[in-house]
């Protein structure tokens, strides 16, 4: 047995937390432990014969969202079964689980978080799950603070290719073309250096009350879509984490109009978010603080959607065909993997994500048409054809490695100020 495997056992034995383990609580951690073990196996007991098949297992992580082959089942078989007959019985099942108190749904949770740690500067993205143990120790929100402050560092290191995105979104039409490098010249000139981080404070403030909103929905949504104590599968994660998103955008969303008028503004014509914020308001009214809505929440359906399908299939892949000793995947297979599914869903969602802007942004352009969603998607089409809707797109790929980079190394190192353990 493992020395992560015993401390497990300590530390969920020991009661009283006096710092030892005395035999009452060790043989109430073993009775506590066999009966959770017992329910276990009989819900995976379809039949009732007092023995686990493969087809079992297959139709039991079905119910759960997880589609799994019977090759694959009988693996898992496999690892539990002492006398070589493919089933697995009552004592098999005991003998292997009772010193193991971590399972490999909870680890797999655990090594595979994706939105919490790594932040490429959209929040479309669906919330991780945490596991009970550490939803009861209060690990999670030290996770939540340490992505906070990951995000928060990430963004305003990479802020400058941002708000280039953002300029070349807004004014790169055919007429007005805007290269790379012509455009952080054009910055530069024009507001100095400074000036790149432009609207960035907005961006990084927005973090806090969408990631906490965020998270309380997609709680409440999880209770709403599946029964007491049912695991969450794929697609209702998907329903949950999209509507969890749908309503944190709402929330935050005046703060995603000021942060592109703060980016595309001129030096001196706002003296910062209060001052935006008022002239916002006395020019244009309330409503402008809802401009690009409708293409916002259209797009997270997209983005969240390939995102989580292709970060999926990732994981599918390496813990098929490259988990031997743990379903840890190491940090360059994690970063990787999540570098890849965001992007692919960035690109999914990108023509809105382009609109919305213009639309955030259109007010502040002279002698431009006030258009809606379906107007502005025509005028790009007809103007600039498809590649229209994907001005900006070379400076927000460019963003992507160094965001995931940084978030990464300072989220692992906030959880270790923050008392995160990870065994």
Request: glycine residues 10%.
């Given at each position: ?25 060790f ?35 079905q ?42 749904i ?75 490098f ?93 001052d935006c ?52 995947p190491?940090?360059?297979?994690l ?89």
């Amino acid at each position: 047995m493992g020395q992560d495997a015993e401390e497990k056992i300590f530390t969920t034995g020991d009661v009283n937390k006096d710092g030892k383990l005395d035999f009452e609580e060790f043989m109430k951690y073993l009775k506590d432990h066999e009966k959770k073990m017992k329910l276990a196996f009989k819900s995976l007991d379809k039949n009732n014969d007092g023995k686990i098949e493969a087809s079992e297992i297959v139709q039991s992580l079905q119910t759960l969202g997880l589609t799994i082959s019977e090759q694959q089942a009988e693996l898992i078989l496999q690892s539990i079964d002492v006398d070589g007959t493919m089933t697995v019985d009552w004592n098999e099942w005991r003998d292997y689980f009772l010193f193991n108190p971590v399972t490999d749904i909870e680890e797999i949770i655990r090594f595979w978080k994706h939105s919490t740690g790594i932040d490429i500067g959209d929040s479309l993205t669906i919330p991780d799950e945490f596991t009970e143990d550490e939803k009861k120790s209060g690990q999670w929100w030290r996770q939540l603070l340490a992505g906070g402050i990951a995000g928060a560092v990430s963004r305003t290191s990479t802020a400058p290719l941002d708000r280039l995105k953002i300029m070349m979104q807004v004014h790169g039409s055919k007429s007005d073309k805007m290269n790379i490098f012509g455009g952080f010249r054009q910055m530069v000139k024009e507001g100095g250096i400074r000036s790149l981080w432009r609207g960035n404070g907005t961006n990084v403030i927005k973090i806090a009350p969408e990631t906490a909103v965020k998270f309380w929905a997609y709680e409440q949504y999880k209770k709403l879509l599946t029964e007491e104590g049912q695991k969450i599968g794929t697609f209702e994660r998907f329903i949950s984490g999209s509507m969890a998103g749908a309503t944190a955008q709402t929330f935050i969303y005046p703060m995603e109009v000021m942060k592109t008028r703060l980016a595309v503004g001129k030096t001196g014509q706002y003296a910062g978010i209060y001052d935006c914020a008022k002239k916002i308001l006395k020019h244009e009214g309330l409503g402008a603080f809802y401009k690009g809505y409708v293409p916002n929440l259209l797009g997270i359906i997209p983005y969240a959607g390939i995102d989580l399908a292709v970060y999926e299939l990732l994981k599918s892949y390496w813990l098929d065909n490259f988990a031997k000793d743990s379903v840890n995947p190491g940090v360059m297979v994690l970063l990787g993997c999540g570098a890849l599914s965001s992007t692919c869903g960035q690109l999914a969602s990108y023509p809105l994500a382009l609109v919305r802007t213009r639309m955030q942004a259109q007010a502040m352009l002279e002698g431009s048409p006030q258009l809606n969603m379906v107007g502005l998607f025509r005028r790009i089409i007809s103007k600039e054809g498809i590649p229209g809707l994907y001005r900006g797109i070379t400076p927000n790929f460019m963003k992507v490695l160094p965001a995931v980079g940084i978030s990464y190394v300072v989220y692992e190192n906030m959880k270790q100020t923050l008392g995160v353990t990870q065994k």
